[in-house]
């Protein structure tokens, strides 16, 4: 048995989830396709501060997992946000960050 197969299929779903947005070039390509509010035709490498192949790795892995999709049309690819995953994924951290965030414990460092 894999160890993350002990794990329920939503903790290995959040799991995921948090593995894809945990680079820091990942998070600035999903800010970007928010910012300019439409799809993205051609190269985002070009709108980046990283390289072509770089961008294309990490658009891949948010593919992957649905945040984004990637549409082609003729020689260039259409890339959007996909907010109903994106959507699904905020509500599985509410509720799992809900009942932590509600526990009254204080750690101090003294």
Known sequence: MIKTEAFSSDLQELAKFAKAISHPARLA????????KTCISGDISDYLPLSRSTVSQHLKEL???????GEIDGLKINYCLCSS?????MQMFENFF????SVNVNCSDK
């Open 29 to 36: 390509i999903l800010k970007y396709l928010a910012e300019t």
């Open 63 to 69: 593919k992957e997992l649905g945040l984004i999709h």
């Open 85 to 89: 995953s994106i959507d699904k994924y």
């Open 98 to 101: 809900e009942p932590i965030k």
